[in-house]
């Protein structure tokens, strides 16, 4: 249903990026996903990682800003058209997306899909409603 | 050589008898009906008898921005408020501003100190006179205008903005006298270029400038820019507004409105009062006022008094422009900012730390305030509109204390320096 989510803000500043995922390959820190929001002000990283917890004090501890997030996982299949008729289920019931991001499952062969609603619980509800599989913390680890 | 009255040129000796009986006058008036002085002066153990010469200001206490503060917003008022007649305000160092009154009198007392500007600067009955001071609470704006009028000038009260028009009204109506800031004055040069309009299609001679810091650089560009002579007018709300003192013809000084208000200099750190020519805070007292006379009022303006008198006649000492604060004041297009004020409006939103740097350049001449101000570490950021949300009603909420714009930037926690003891809040880039 919910996953934890790292979100480390980013200044417009040359080699963050690179300074920020060096900190997670120094603790071996696995990425099974992420995603870049860009304004021209400041980024914001958005990562799935194996172990959330562990990410985030390290990061913290070599002075970047993270915060963790529960964002909804969902489980889709790799088909055209199935993106959009979860996001349908979405948007019959009134809820607005802040942002999404998907990746493919080397095992299942599944697609994962992360989606920050303004509605969790009223989307999650829409969404088992409407047949919908969820992701765990654990599913993701295995992913 | 003109004058706008014989006050200006009446001789030194004159001049400081009519001080001293105004000073006494003055100080006798505020013990009575001005509670806060009372209790002052009760304080330091000083009688208005004991106020004989002008040698015995310097028993007096001082008046500070804060004590108009304390007693917001017409606790210093000396004069029954049936005959306050207008209302202005300036920036407070806080949320609160500071509220100053003046009765017809005092109206005409500083169309009297306006008018003295214009003439100085070479303006008459013939002259059109463009104000491009904003109209409002800020004295600037009704300021000038009493003066102008005074003179009987043709007035033209344009306010603030608009440049397009400002220039259109200069051409059409052929203003001959521009009053505005200086900054915003090499604005209208730039604009003036970009338009493609000459200077020999207007009709302007002179300018008086003012409310912020220039320097003599500006004033050559201003000068070059529009053709003209471009003089120093300076004042402040709580003394009067503009006018308290300005420029004459030679240039070099600003003439003090000596009947009118006494200047001193003090050293800021003890208070004691420096000799002519020293550098230090400029004090005035106001000893021709009936609604707000304030004693011993400290500017935070940094100058010197000159010494000596000056080729154009005048017997009103002079004052160097100011060459600083001593305090944390900046003047942005005009308009009063202090840094508390901004941390103020920081203090009461979510989300972020009191922890701020404020950035202040020329760009274009005109000034620029940006605000970086550190995000907590417990903030939601990781949606784009969050972050974009909370600067936009920062930059909301400053608008509207400040009554000016600035960019505001979040930025991490602990990023912004933070130096040993107090914090370096503001850079100014300004090359004024």
Redesign the interface.
């Known amino acids: 249903m919910y996953v934890k ?1 790292i ?1 480390v ?1 980013i ?1 417009n500043t040359k080699g963050r990026l690179a300074d920020i995922t060096s900190v997670l390959a120094k603790g071996s820190i696995d990425i099974r996903a992420l995603s870049l ?1 860009d ?1 021209t ?2 980024g ?1 990283l ?1 990562l799935i990682v194996d172990r959330p917890f562990d990410a985030e004090k390290m990061l913290k501890e070599s ?3 993270v ?1 963790v ?1 529960s964002v909804i996982a969902i489980g889709i299949e790799d088909r055209p058209g199935a993106l959009a008729e979860a996001l349908k289920i979405l948007e019959e019931g009134d809820i607005s997306v ?2 999404l991001y998907a990746f493919i499952s080397k095992t299942s062969g599944k697609a994962s899909v992360i989606l ?1 609603v303004d509605d969790g619980d009223k989307a999650v509800e829409m969404l088992v409603n409407g047949g919908i599989t969820f992701l765990s913390d654990k599913d993701i680890i295995e992913i | 050589m003109k004058y706008f009255d014989f006050n200006e040129v009446i001789p030194e000796k004159v001049l400081r008898n009519l001080q001293a009986e105004r000073l006494i006058e003055t100080v006798k008036r505020v013990y009575d009906r001005v509670a806060p002085y009372r209790k002052k002066m009760d304080e330091a153990g000083i009688s208005p008898d004991d106020i004989k010469s002008l040698d015995d200001l310097k028993k007096l206490p001082f008046t500070e921005k804060q004590d108009l503060r304390d007693s917001y917003p017409y606790g210093y008022f000396a004069c029954d408020m049936e005959d306050v007649v207008r209302i202005h305000a300036s920036s407070g160092t806080t949320g609160k501003q500071t509220v100053v009154g003046y009765t017809e009198r005092d109206l005409d007392v500083w169309a009297t100190d306006t008018a003295r500007a214009l003439v100085a600067a070479g303006a008459d009955n013939t002259d059109f006179v463009h104000v491009s001071y904003g109209y409002g609470l800020f004295t600037g704006g009704l300021g000038v205008n009493g003066g102008a009028e005074k003179i009987k000038a043709k007035t033209i009260p344009v306010s603030v903005g608009n440049t397009a028009r400002q220039i259109n009204i200069m051409k059409d109506f052929g203003s001959t006298v521009l009053c505005c800031t200086p900054s915003y004055a090499l604005y209208m040069v730039e604009a003036l270029k970009e338009a493609g309009i000459s200077t020999d299609e207007l009709s302007l001679k002179c300018g008086i400038f003012g409310a912020e810091p220039w320097s003599e650089n500006m004033r050559a560009e201003i000068e070059k820019g529009f053709g003209i002579k471009a003089y120093d007018i300076y004042g402040l709300s709580e003394v009067m507004g503009p006018g308290v003192a300005y420029e004459c013809c030679e240039q070099d000084g600003l003439h003090i409105s000596d009947d009118h208000f006494i200047a001193e200099i003090i050293d800021p750190e003890t208070g004691e009062v420096l000799e002519d020519g020293q550098e230090g805070e400029l004090v005035f007292t106001c000893i021709d006022k009936e609604a707000l006379p304030l004693i011993r009022y400290r500017t935070r303006d940094v100058s010197y008094l000159y010494k000596g008198e000056c080729a154009c006649g005048r017997s009103f000492k002079r004052m160097a422009r100011p060459m600083g604060r001593t305090d944390d004041m900046l003047i942005i297009r005009g308009v009063n900012v202090f840094p508390s004020q901004i941390e103020q409006v920081l203090l009461e939103t979510e989300h972020i730390l009191a922890q701020y740097l404020i950035t202040v350049d020329r760009v274009d001449n005109l000034d620029r305030m940006l605000i970086e101000i550190e ?1 907590s ?9 969050f ?2 949300e909370k600067e936009r009603s920062i930059r909301a909420a400053i608008e509207s204390t400040l009554g000016i714009s600035a960019v505001v ?7 912004l320096a933070r130096g040993e003891g107090k914090a370096k809040r503001v850079i100014d880039n300004r090359n004024i």
Do not use: C
């Open positions: 989510q979100s803000f200044e929001a304004t002000n400041f914001i958005r002075g970047f800003t915060s997030t802040e942002y920050r | 995000m570490p417990d903030a939601p950021f990781d949606a784009v509109r972050v974009e930037k979040l930025v991490s926690p602990k990023t």
